[in-house]
T-cell receptor, first 113, second 112 residues
Framework: ELKVEQNPLFLSMQEGKNYTIYCNYSTTSDRLYWYRQDPGKSLESLFVLLSNGAVKQEGRLMASLDTKARLSTLHITAAVHDLSATYFCAVVALGGSQGNLIFGKGTKLSVKP | NAGVTQTPKFQVLKTGQSMTLQCAQDMNHEYMSWYRQDPGMGLRLIHYSVGAGITDQGEVPNGYNVSRSTTEDFPLRLLSAAPSQTSVYFC???????????FGEGSWLTVV
């Protein structure tokens, strides 16, 4: 059974600092997704990572995937208040269907001035 | 192009009532899914479909029913609502394996 663990679950950062959110998963996978959710809102797609060593960057966020270590990271550079949100990683098991995403519990990020 | 549309946005049900949450997408996506989101639990898969006429169960299917008679629509039926089904429900869709998965705005359901 595929399990996905994120840490930390809560993260309070100061503006301008860097930090990393970790996403570990328990069985082989070749597809990993990162989402952002603001309170009371839907999930916004951030990154789709499809292969070992994949790295994608958008603004102050950079995501990477190491399928051998079963680990993805979401790195935040020089945080700003607008990045405050909950971030989820989600994984599809190797050979599994795109319709069957397994989510981590989410990391609630708060960026303070 | 409206994306993924869910209705209703808010609903209050009495225990034992039945209802259907509607989900429609206009992007010709093959894959559609229903998730529920509860505090501290993340999102959990209820049912999913890989194309018209094909559905499968997810992690928490009990008490829910789905069908996929067209590519566009994937309704979720609550057969006999229970307070444990109070949650936020999200519908998602994607074109094919490895593509971006898009989520609807959510449906807030309270069962009293």
């Amino acid at each position: 059974e595929l399990k996905v663990e994120q840490n930390p679950l809560f993260l309070s950062m100061q503006e301008g600092k860097n930090y990393t959110i970790y996403c570990n998963y328990s069985t082989t996978s070749d597809r990993l997704y990162w989402y952002r959710q603001d309170p009371g809102k839907s999930l916004e797609s951030l990154f789709v990572l499809l292969s070992n060593g994949a790295v994608k960057q958008e603004g102050r966020l950079m995501a990477s995937l190491d399928t051998k270590a079963r680990l993805s990271t979401l790195h935040i550079t020089a945080a700003v208040h607008d990045l405050s949100a909950t971030y989820f990683c989600a994984v599809v098991a190797l050979g599994g269907s795109q319709g069957n995403l397994i989510f981590g519990k989410g990391t609630k990020l708060s960026v303070k001035p | 192009n409206a994306g993924v549309t869910q209705t209703p946005k808010f609903q209050v049900l009495k225990t034992g009532q039945s209802m259907t949450l509607q989900c429609a997408q206009d992007m010709n996506h093959e894959y559609m899914s229903w998730y529920r989101q509860d505090p501290g639990m993340g999102l959990r898969l209820i049912h999913y479909s890989v194309g018209a006429g094909i559905t499968d169960q997810g992690e928490v299917p009990n008490g829910y029913n789905v069908s996929r008679s067209t590519t566009e629509d994937f309704p979720l039926r609550l057969l006999s609502a229970a307070p444990s089904q109070t949650s936020v429900y999200f519908c998602a869709s994607s074109l094919s394996e490895g593509n971006t998965i898009y989520f609807g705005e959510g449906s807030w359901l309270t069962v009293v």
